[in-house]
């Protein structure tokens, strides 16, 4: 077991959530995909399953991913 200065388990934990967010945005592309081949995504639901996260989104992520490692109880 390694012992890790708070930096590297911050770092750790943003890849983690953007590892998480880009999945995540995968897997909602290939449901409107999906959808849209059969025939049930209107037009517009199908355009923003291309909306990528943003910075906040992916920040907000990590924050919920840290609290986690850092509660005490």
């Known amino acids: ?5 708070p930096f590297e388990i911050r770092a750790e934990v943003l890849q983690l959530a953007k590892e998480y ?3 995540q945005h ?6 409107a995909q999906t959808l ?4 049930k995504a209107q037009r517009d639901e199908y355009l923003a ?10 920040m907000e992520k990590a ?4 609290g ?6």
Do not use: Q, W
């Open 63 to 66: 924050k919920e991913m840290y």
């Open 36 to 39: 849209r081949n059969l025939g």
């Open 26 to 31: 995968k897997l909602n592309l290939d449901y």
């Open 68 to 73: 986690f490692v850092s509660k005490k109880d």
């Open 21 to 23: 967010m880009d999945t």
């Open 1 to 5: 077991m390694t012992n890790k200065n």
């Open 49 to 58: 399953s291309f909306k990528p996260y943003t910075f906040d989104e992916l």
